[in-house]
């Protein structure tokens, strides 16, 4: 019987003991690591796992690396390039060594940053690109924008709530979806890490979080670099500079006013900017297809519809057809074509004609609606060739959630407005306790999900507007990398209720 007691005590002090040591680390990490930390660390490691590590994740280029590529200083330089297309990842590229004639075919703030890797990759190789230069870099800012998001919606909460957000951050935000637009050459990998910085930065002046002239400077750098990174996001600078006029008012000292509004003010001219030089040629392929595939798509009496624009009905042929067919029924770049066609119609009178024909535009929307919660463009492969994969192979390593929301997200435009009026009314409580109490900063929260919101919907609207539906997936990443963002900090916001109310007690510098 003693010893068996022995044994029991013994079996009871190690228990004791090992609840002990488990507490303590609990203490140390709650210390040492905040759940911005934690959200942070881990989408760092799973993708440095799937970029970095064999077999490489990236993305098939669908044609329109050139666009970038040879202005950049670089060039295709595997001998079968033309047949990998669509199907295989590559990842190194020849630099020019003496004269590059190729101009700009278009301006982008991806330049920037294609410039800085060619530079540090001669560093070490001045003939070869290796992509996962620039990959290094983006992986830097991405992990940088989830750190400053998840500090944002968990500051000062209680880590019991804090953590699980962090865990809902590295499922969503880690989604090979998303980071293999990071070892790419498409603008996407720009639009998704300057959108949660600006919407990180807002966030964190909303809770007096951090200096606020310094993130006055954060908000404008990647309000501009996301404006400028693709034509199809001019909107972006405009609907900021006019949905964040309350940001200029949360305080009273002239100098950070005059900071902050000239931020504003040189937002709404890079949005003005952006479309002004979006090059000829990109406008006509858009047209075409605003045109072939989205006005004639859907209409009942093609040859009416070109009529009502003042164009010659013979030119219903091009119903459905796509700019870049090796072989059409007239010259998609001829003088005709241009007179007769390209110059009888634009953006505007699009836009009305949908206004003016709501039931055709809700078979736009809804179409576009199908394409809208889609992450990863189901066209481009992400293997290398060498690999042995099929051509066109998808990964499947860490990308439940984006498979989840392709599969399960309602594909209708309604859902879209209903998810929009849901988002705005569970904010508006707390902004209206905020005007009451005259508080300006406290009223920015309402105000910033507007307009991530209406950023959103300007990717479907320009894209139906002005593309059709030509290639609706991709071009409406800006919506769903937005949905994601903005649904996220809605569930973090009640996970640490903080939906009804303004949480923390804000003391702003006057």
Not at 135 to 160: D, G, N, Q
Not at 394 to 400: E, G, L, P
Request: proline share 3%; with cysteine; net charge neutral.
């Amino acid at each position: 019987m003693a010893i068996i007691k022995t044994q029991h005590d013994s079996k009871v002090q190690h228990d004791n003991k090992m609840q002990h040591n488990f507490k303590l680390f609990l203490i140390l990490f709650c210390r040492y690591v905040s759940p911005a930390m934690l959200a942070a660390g881990g989408v760092l490691f799973i993708t440095v796992l799937a970029l970095f590590v064999p077999p490489y994740i990236g993305m098939a280029d669908n044609g329109d690396y050139f666009r970038i590529l040879y202005s950049n200083g670089l060039y295709f330089n595997t001998p079968d390039y033309d047949s990998q297309y669509l199907g295989y990842f590559i990842k190194e590229y020849g630099i020019f060594q003496y004269y590059n004639e190729n101009g700009a075919t278009l301006s982008s703030s991806q330049s920037l940053f294609i410039r800085l890797s060619v530079w540090i990759n001669a560093l070490f190789n001045p003939q070869v690109f290796d992509i996962r230069v620039q990959t290094a870099i983006f992986t830097a800012l991405y992990t940088i924008a989830v750190y400053l998001l998840i500090e944002s919606l968990t500051w000062k909460m209680p880590v019991k709530y804090g953590y699980p957000i962090a865990l809902i951050a590295i499922f969503i935000f880690a989604d090979t979806a998303y980071t293999a637009f990071l070892n790419s050459f498409f603008s996407e990998s720009i639009v998704m890490i300057m959108l949660m910085l600006l919407f990180a930065s807002g966030l964190l002046l909303y809770r007096n979080r951090y200096n606020d002239y310094v993130l006055i400077a954060v908000f404008f750098v990647s309000g501009l670099l996301l404006t400028t990174s693709k034509q199809q996001n001019a909107p972006v600078g405009i609907i900021i500079a006019v949905t964040c006029v309350l940001f200029i008012f949360i305080r009273k000292e002239r100098t950070f006013r005059i900071w902050m509004a000239s931020a504003l003010v040189g937002l709404l001219l890079a949005g003005i900017g952006t479309y002004v030089l979006i090059p000829k040629e990109f406008v006509n392929i858009n047209k075409y297809h605003a045109m072939t595939r989205g006005v004639l798509m859907e209409s009942d009496n093609p040859e009416a519809t070109l009529e009502a624009f003042g164009i010659d009905k013979q030119y219903a042929v091009l119903n459905k057809s796509i700019y870049y067919e090796p072989y059409t029924t007239v010259d998609v770049d001829s003088d005709i074509l241009e007179n007769t066609f390209y110059n009888k119609y634009g953006f505007v009178s699009i836009l009305f004609y949908y206004i003016t024909h709501p039931d055709q535009a809700f078979k736009m929307l809804d179409l576009a609606a199908k394409h809208a919660f889609t992450i990863r463009p189901p066209a481009m492969g992400n293997y290398e060739k060498s690999e042995g994969k099929p051509f066109g192979a998808q990964t499947s390593f860490f990308s439940t959630y984006s498979k989840i929301k392709h599969a399960l997200a309602p594909k209708t435009f309604g859902f879209v407005v209903i998810w929009t009026i849901l988002v705005v009314g569970l904010y508006v409580p707390s902004f209206l306790e905020a005007v009451k109490a005259r508080n300006m900063r406290h009223m920015l929260r309402l105000s910033l999900m507007v307009s991530m919101i209406l950023m959103g919907l300007s990717g479907i609207f320009v894209s139906i507007v002005g593309a059709g539906d030509a290639d609706l997936s991709k071009h409406e990443f800006l919506f769903t990398a937005v949905f994601d963002v903005v649904t996220f900090a809605t569930v973090a916001d009640a996970i640490g209720h903080r939906l009804w109310r303004n949480e923390i007690e804000l003391t702003a510098t006057d």
